[in-house]
């Protein structure tokens, strides 16, 4: 099927809507027990009668029973007396929690800052989740963007990003954003209906300009705000492999016409991975198809990526990473042991070229300071009942790791 360029439609019978966000939950400090008194065994013993002139056994049995009790209630109240009191955040050795004004069941998706102003930035999530910071991340309020609402849709505000001044928000069901004052007002931009499969990424490139993609392989871009799209992939995905499928692809045939990950290098390549993580898919510019690539592994993927030296990273589900040999695309990779505890990692994240964290379930946060070669876990954070979907640099200063639950870890270094 040939990708149709597209132009905007009137929707001005479109009215989005905002729901209310919920406050956090309160958390409560648990009670604590009252201290016990314990009672020696050797003092319940009768002591032997020595002479007349001693005391009763009775009595000096009752005299010893009251001492020593009184002495050890003393030092057990006294112990407890130093121990350090709890605190009511747990402090991690690289990143600290910022607790968010919202829904527990909230996935955060995606987080971009103003390039100039990297204070101000904006927070994006299920539930038609929009929260904006003024403080580099600190602290976050939610923003009621006129423009999306009054209408009975749930939106999922799936990418966001900006160029100098100018920004952009997509989400679905289909919405498109667009700001030229780095966010401080946002207007509504129509899409045409003939839009293939539900916008999943979007990427600020220039004036006016932006390069969006749909989770059914889809690539526009556009030079004019958004009222005129030009196909950048001449047909789809399935089109492609159904041109492909006795090249030797493995699990083409089971493709289900969506992808479950696309991701973007600085230089404009994508790769993706097949909804099902049979084989992934990249795209550079210039190229009229998709290219399918068989993968190199046996179990299924989960995620790919780029690293900062222009590599790619490869994640398996059960916990596997893998790192391409070399740059540029590329179906040789080799495997890099990692301390998954058998908990998928679902992202990662270069600070520089050395540097980089993995994400994953059940608080599953690694770190890498050689490029990949070796990983250590942050053991700080396994006690965080959430899965950490992705990890986001703005710079090698600014980071973040967003989760469901509403979980947002900010990087302190």
Not at 137 to 164: C, H, L, M, Q
Not at 165 to 175: L, S, T, Y
Not at 253 to 261: A, D
Request: hydrophobic share 35%; glycine share 10%.
């Amino acid at each position: 099927m040939a990708m149709p360029n597209l132009q905007v439609s009137d929707c001005s019978n479109l009215k989005p809507s905002l729901t209310s966000l919920f406050s956090p939950r309160l958390l409560h400090r648990p009670q604590t027990p009252p201290h016990l008194r314990f009672i020696s065994k050797a003092s319940l013993q009768q002591q032997p009668h020595h002479s007349s002139s001693s005391s009763p056994p009775s009595l000096l049995n009752r005299r010893q029973l009251i001492s020593q009790t009184a002495s050890l209630s003393l030092s057990v109240a006294t112990l407890s007396a130093f121990q350090p009191p709890a605190k009511s955040e747990e402090i991690l050795s690289e990143w600290e929690r910022v607790y968010l004004p919202v829904d527990p069941g909230v996935v955060l998706l995606d987080i971009a800052f103003v390039p100039d102003d990297l204070n101000h930035g904006f927070l994006l999530g299920t539930r038609q989740t929009i929260l904006e910071t003024k403080d580099g991340g600190n602290t976050w309020v939610p923003r009621s963007i006129p423009s999306a609402e009054d209408e009975d849709f749930n939106y999922r505000f799936n990418s966001i990003s900006f160029k100098g001044k100018e920004g952009w928000i997509v989400g679905k069901p289909a919405i498109l954003l667009y700001t030229s004052d780095a966010g401080e007002s946002w207007e509504r931009i129509p899409l045409s209906a003939q839009l293939p499969g539900d916008m999943v990424y979007i990427k600020a490139t220039g004036e006016k300009s932006a390069e969006m993609v749909t989770d059914q392989g889809a690539i526009y871009v556009t030079s004019n705000r958004g009222y005129n799209w030009r196909a950048a992939v001449q047909e789809s995905v399935s089109a492609t492999l159904n041109r492909t499928v006795s090249s030797g692809i493995s699990g083409a045939s089971y493709y289900t016409g969506t992808f479950n990950t696309v991701n973007r290098s600085p230089d404009g390549r994508y790769v993706a991975v097949s909804s099902r993580g049979n084989f992934y898919l990249t795209w550079e510019p210039g190229q009229p198809f998709w290219q399918p690539h068989n993968r190199a592994v046996a179990r299924r993927i989960q995620n790919m990526g780029w690293r900062a030296d222009g590599g790619l990273w490869l994640l398996v589900r059960g916990g596997g990473l893998f790192l391409s040999k070399g740059t540029g695309i590329t179906e040789d990779f080799e495997e890099v042991p990692v301390q998954s505890r058998g908990f998928g990692i679902l992202d990662v994240g270069y600070r520089s070229t050395e540097e980089a964290w993995a994400a994953g379930g059940s608080g599953i946060l690694l770190r890498t300071t050689n490029g990949g070669k070796s990983w250590t876990r942050d053991k700080a954070a396994d006690n965080i009942a959430a899965n950490l979907y992705s990890v986001k640099f703005i710079n090698d200063e600014k980071g973040f790791v967003l989760g469901n639950d509403g979980v947002l870890l900010r990087y302190l270094g």
